[in-house]
T-cell receptor, first 112, second 116 residues
Framework: KQEVTQIPAALSVPEGENLVLNCSFT??????LQWFRQDPGKGLTSLLL?????REQTSGRLNASLDKSSGRSTLYIAASQPGDSATYLC???????????FGSGTRLSIRP | NAGVTQTPKFQVLKTGQSMTLQCAQD?????MYWYRQDPGMGLRLIYY???????DKGEVPNGYNVSRLNKREFSLRLESAAPSQTSVYFC???????????????FGPGTRLTVT
């Protein structure tokens, strides 16, 4: 079964720290992987999209990496700020499917 | 551009009632999706439409029907609502290339549905 897992479910760190969120997937035959941010009571906002041929993508303080062989992606957030507090979800498009499978998310809290 | 819009934002139904959730996108995307989000379970795909005139079942289609009215609009209907359908419903759209969704998915703000 093709699954996407995010651990931990929740994370709290003090402001200013660099942090890493993890996403793992069970099948290395992926088409792309996307990281989203979701604020409470809101929809999802796309942060970064990594194609299967890429190893990383960067946007501002965010860097997402992809290691297909180990079935892992990480989202690195530099110099965290209270405004980064949100739930972060990763989603994988498997090559054998035309739909995206989501992880259950990591709820991030940045303490001032 | 408004992006992806959904109506209504909130809805309370009694068991057995029916309703239709509306979704529209103004990005000229081919592909549209309906998801439900439940606590601790991430998003699960209900139905999707790869292009105008086509619809396919996702992971959890039972109890739902969809209509791709035109390229812009994709509606989700609950014919006889059940408490298990209490959830937050998200519509999304993306562009298709070669039959697969390569580009980013853009999400609407969601509809919070409670079935009592």
């Amino acid at each position: 079964k093709q699954e996407v897992t995010q651990i931990p479910a929740a994370l709290s760190v003090p402001e200013g720290e660099n942090l890493v969120l993890n996403c793992s997937f069970t099948d290395s035959a992926i088409y792309n992987l996307q990281w989203f941010r979701q604020d409470p009571g809101k929809g999802l906002t796309s942060l970064l999209l990594i194609q299967s041929s890429q190893r990383e993508q960067t946007s501002g303080r965010l860097n997402a990496s992809l290691d297909k062989s180990s079935g892992r992606s990480t989202l690195y957030i530099a110099a965290s700020q209270p405004g980064d507090s949100a739930t972060y979800l990763c989603a994988v498009l498997y090559s054998s499917a035309s739909k995206i499978i989501f992880g259950s998310g990591t709820r991030l809290s940045i303490r001032p | 551009n408004a992006g992806v819009t959904q109506t209504p934002k909130f809805q309370v139904l009694k068991t057995g009632q029916s309703m239709t959730l509306q979704c529209a996108q103004d990005m000229n995307h081919n592909s549209m999706y309906w998801y439900r989000q439940d606590p601790g379970m991430g998003l699960r795909l209900i139905y999707y439409s790869a292009s105008e005139g086509t619809t396919d079942k996702g992971e959890v289609p039972n109890g739902y029907n969809v209509s791709r009215l035109n390229k812009r609009e994709f509606s989700l209907r609950l014919e006889s609502a059940a408490p298990s359908q209490t959830s937050v419903y998200f519509c999304a759209s993306s562009e298709l290339a070669g039959g697969r969704a390569l580009d980013e998915q853009y999400f609407g703000p969601g509809t919070r549905l409670t079935v009592t």
